[in-house]
């Protein structure tokens, strides 16, 4: 059964970046797979910001991080990359990855992350 770590999270002032990984374990991500992002804060819904083809590397990215965030792949070793730049108070959240057979979106999730916190100080 398939794993999903994230690492990277933290604290960082407003306009700083952060880099998140997701590492995949306990079976290799094949082609038909999609990999990407959520986050969710107090009270809201699970939001999904950006999506990556195993296949090909299309990507997915919703407009509220479009132009900030760039997610990437390692097929090799299993790991999505996600790289935040500008970010912004309003970014701050739990970021929490995910792993689909197919298209990756909020009904069609396979395995979760834990999570991994990122705070935007103003």
């Known amino acids: 059964q398939v794993q999903l770590q994230e690492s990277g999270g933290g604290l960082v002032q407003a306009g700083g970046s952060l880099r998140l990984s997701c590492a995949a374990s306990?079976?290799?991500?094949?082609?038909?797979?999609?990999m990407g992002w959520f986050r969710q804060v107090p009270g809201k819904e699970r939001e999904l910001l950006v999506v990556i083809r195993w296949s090909d590397g299309n990507t997915y990215y919703a407009d509220s991080v479009k132009g900030r965030f760039t997610i990437s792949r390692d097929n090799g070793n299993n790991t999505a990359y996600l790289q935040m730049n500008s970010l912004k108070v309003e970014d701050t959240a739990v970021y929490y990855c995910?792993?689909?057979?197919?298209?990756?979106?909020?009904?069609?999730?396979?395995?979760w992350g834990r999570g991994t916190q990122v705070t935007v100080s103003s």
């Open positions: 995910a792993l689909a057979n197919g298209s990756l979106n909020p009904r069609n999730v396979n395995c």
């Open positions: 306990g079976r290799t991500v094949s082609s038909t797979y999609d």
